[in-house]
């Protein structure tokens, strides 16, 4: 099955959004105030040009029959004044150019007698902002529409708007870094729980089935809680499993344990040569019964734990002397001497210490099972390379030409071996084991007997 | 030696205690924890066999309670469980070993004698016969002053022997005693063993004699 792709992160999602908008706003704060700006600008010049007109149009004048104007210096003085502008006039009427520049054309909507009109054009390869005043002169008790245009070049328009462009740019750039900064702060602590939570859950390990304490915003309330329920349900489930697992062994292993002893007792008080021969097979059946369901259990938890694997720092050498502790005296039954090299430096792995465990023991078993009464088994525990090596030898009857391959299949055992109880789980319990922690196991035929080697990785603690 | 054995099974208990009886053991038997703790009130023992699924209450349990009123008494637990974490814990909670179900007898007996020589051995367990001294616990036999280790089929064998002097024991009873039912050992595999006992008696009025057709017995000349 394909995991499922994890989609973007909230925060990320946040973040971006949040600086989308912030960056509407900037290009809204750059382009309103430049706006603005050029509106105040070209209002502030149409001020100065409509005064300059209507100061010239208040000289107009009509005198034997002609209109003459005296054009005053505050007429331009004042437009002057600003930057170096140049100024162009021209004052018409009945399209006949009075004074001035006669090229200097007319607005496309004639300006009314109350209201001047202003516009703007490209004269002699420059910008002009222009002014158009009319005015009525008496001239011989015949009224006469005299047009007068004041324009101006729009230098200082230009540098003001370049200057209010350069405000407005640095206003938007700023704001758009505060909110960027904003923005981060609040996503930050937006999702802050919802990291507190993530991390919380990501630090049980796969056996820490308790619910979630932690303080939970109300949005991820539905999802503590069903994560919680699930947690429960599954707590249950594994009790029930491991009582269940407890109890059918309980139930099955003691009456196989009163057979025997019965068995046992009705041996002893035997007659004859045939029922002996009959209680003994019973006893042997009930051997391997009882070891099979032992056999079983333990490779089922083998599976189980090297699948949901939580490794911590063991001591093989420790576990080692554990089991070799557990195992002598069935040992002794056969007067087999198990013969270890001293185990007084410690082996430290990675690793579950009851799987590592359950493999040590079933190496052991398999040696004191399979080498003869009165024999030795050999049992050593080094360092070659990166790994710790444990090495079993017994002295028996050897592997009969079968491979480790087809030794570690489930059920399946050697062909040499049907007159030794078995269920053909060890060697698969302890190839999964190895196999599980990162480490190898291998059968070897010696001259006399098996050599059973576990490796396994050394733990050097950082 | 006196027991007390804890198992709810009453078929399964009474059946241990016939055949540890038939070792001229003294057996004590308690159906639940309760009933432990009375006959714990009441009489000392030299070892506890306990079951760990009792009706009134774990075994672990029990033992993590009693450890102080057990005192130096050992207790073997019996199990029928088999993840090794059963087997970690129980020795943890206090008990001095484990035997699986079902189990042989001749490993409960050596794991019962392992334990008891751990806890250190007592003057009772020394037997003697005419001119040796047989240690049951230290599994040691001393001829002439000179002590002597057995190994445990040895002693096993000579502790058979010695138990009732002149009676006569067939190949095949000491063979069913001896050796592992799962294993083949044919009678023969007899001789073996009582030729090393054997030569451990030389120099005493011991001797085990051979009943051709019949068996063997132990005897002082």
Redesign the interface.
């Known amino acids: 099955m394909k995991a499922p792709r994890p989609s973007q992160s909230l925060r990320r999602r946040l973040l971006i959004q949040l600086l989308g908008v912030a960056a509407v706003l900037s290009a809204l704060i750059y382009f309103g105030v430049r706006a603005i700006a050029e509106q105040a600008a070209e209002a502030t010049q149409d001020n100065i040009l409509g005064a300059s007109a209507t100061t010239i149009a208040e000289e107009l004048a009509a005198q034997d029959g002609e209109i003459v104007v005296d054009i005053p210096y505050a007429a331009f003085s004042m437009l002057g004044a600003i930057n170096a502008e140049r100024v162009f006039y021209r004052i018409e009427t009945d399209a006949e150019t009075l004074t001035g520049y006669d090229d200097l054309p007319l607005p496309a909507i004639a300006p009314s007698l109350l209201a001047p009109v202003y516009y703007t054009i490209n004269y002699r390869g420059v910008g002009l902002r222009v002014v158009a005043l009319q005015r009525l002169v008496t001239v011989q008790d015949r009224p006469v529409v005299v047009t007068i245009i004041v324009g101006q070049t729009r230098n200082g328009h230009a540098a003001i708007t370049s200057r209010v462009a350069n405000l407005a740019a640095s206003l938007g750039i700023g704001f758009f870094i505060l909110a960027g900064l904003l923005n981060w702060v609040a996503t930050e602590r937006a999702l802050g729980p919802v990291r507190r939570v993530a991390l919380a859950v990501g630090r049980r390990g796969p056996a820490d089935l308790s619910p979630l304490r932690q303080p939970m915003p109300r949005e991820l309330a539905p999802l503590s809680t069903a994560l919680n329920d699930f947690m429960a349900r599954l707590r249950a489930a594994l009790t029930r499993t491991e009582t269940f697992?407890?109890?059918a062994?309980?139930?099955?292993?003691?009456?196989?344990?009163?057979?025997?002893?019965?068995a046992?007792?009705a041996?002893?008080l035997a007659e004859t040569?045939d029922s002996?021969r009959a209680l003994?097979a019973v006893?042997?059946a009930?051997?391997e019964s009882?070891r099979s369901?032992?056999?079983l259990?333990?490779h089922a938890?083998v599976t189980f734990r090297s699948e949901h694997l939580e490794p911590a720092e063991v001591d093989l050498s420790e576990m080692l002397s554990?089991a070799l502790r557990?195992l002598?005296?069935?040992a002794?039954?056969?007067?087999v001497t198990l013969q270890v090299s001293p185990l007084d430096t410690p082996a430290k792995v990675l690793g579950d210490?009851?799987l590592i465990?359950?493999a040590i023991?079933n190496m052991l078993d398999n040696a004191i099972k399979y080498t003869p009464?009165?024999s030795t088994v050999t049992i050593s525990l080094g360092q070659v390379g990166g790994s710790h090596v444990l090495e079993i030898c017994d002295q028996g009857r050897g592997l009969a030409g079968a491979d480790l391959a087809a030794l570690s299949i489930r059920f399946e055992r050697g062909n040499n071996v049907a007159?030794?109880?078995g269920s053909g789980l060890g060697l698969t319990i302890i190839q999964e084991v190895a196999t599980s922690h990162g480490g190898s196991f291998t059968l070897a035929q010696m001259t006399e007997g098996v050599c059973a080697k576990l490796s396994l990785p050394c733990y050097v603690p950082a | 030696m006196r027991f007390l054995l804890v198992e709810d099974s009453k078929t399964l208990a009474q059946s241990v205690a016939d055949r540890l009886a038939m070792d001229g053991h003294a057996i004590d038997l308690a159906a639940s924890l309760a009933e432990a703790e009375d006959c714990l009130a009441v009489a000392s023992y030299d070892l506890i066999l306990l079951d760990i699924m009792l009706p009134d209450g774990d075994g672990r349990d029990f033992l993590t309670r009693q450890r102080a009123a057990l005192r130096e008494t050992p207790v073997i637990v019996m199990t029928a469980r088999s993840a090794v974490s059963d087997r970690v814990h129980m020795l943890d909670n206090g008990a001095d070993d484990y035997i699986t179900k079902p189990f042989d007898f001749a490993e409960l007996e050596a794991r019962c004698r392992a334990v008891l020589r751990r806890r250190g051995g007592s003057a009772t367990n020394i037997r003697t016969f005419a001119d040796i001294e047989f240690d049951m616990l230290g599994a040691t036999l001393t001829v002439n002053g000179q002590a002597q280790q057995l190994r445990n089929r040895e002693f096993r064998l000579f502790e058979i022997l010695i138990a009732s002097p002149d009676r006569v024991f067939s190949k095949a009873h000491l063979a069913d005693r001896l050796f592992s039912f799962t294993e083949d050992a044919s009678d023969n595999a007899i001789e073996v063993y009582v030729g090393r006992l054997r030569k451990k008696l030389e120099g005493s009025r011991v001797i085990i004699e051979t009943l051709r057709g019949v068996g063997y017995r132990l005897t002082a000349q």
Do not use: F, N, W, Y
Request: proline letters at 4%; zero cysteines; charged letters at 35%.
């Open positions: 697992i407890a109890e062994a309980h139930h099955v292993r003691t009456p196989l344990a009163t057979v025997r002893s019965q046992e007792i041996l002893r040569e002996r003994r006893i042997r009930v051997e009882g369901a032992g056999q259990l333990d938890m554990h557990a002598t005296p069935s002794d039954i056969k007067d210490q009851l465990e359950s023991r009464a009165d007159d030794v109880v």
